[in-house]
């Protein structure tokens, strides 16, 4: 599956809480949900040619 989007961030604060990505960074979206928050390394294999890339260095996205 490829991302529509992915968010990079310095912090993802998420609503599946601490304790499934406490390092999270990056979020990757597709057709307007949520399929991946983790390490902007592990969610890399869900960009494609048409993913858009937003990147906030030093921002907590919510």
């Not at 961030?9 to 998420?14: D, F, G, L, P, R």
């Not at 960074?25 to 991946?36: D, W, Y």
């Amino acid at each position: 599956m490829q991302a529509d989007v992915i968010v990079l961030a310095h912090h993802i604060e998420h609503l599946a809480g601490e304790a499934v990505a406490p390092d999270a960074n990056a979020v990757a979206i597709t057709g307007g949900r949520v399929i991946a928050v983790g390490d902007a390394s592990d969610l890399e294999s869900l960009r494609g040619p048409g993913t858009a890339v937003h990147e906030f260095p030093g921002a907590a996205v919510i």
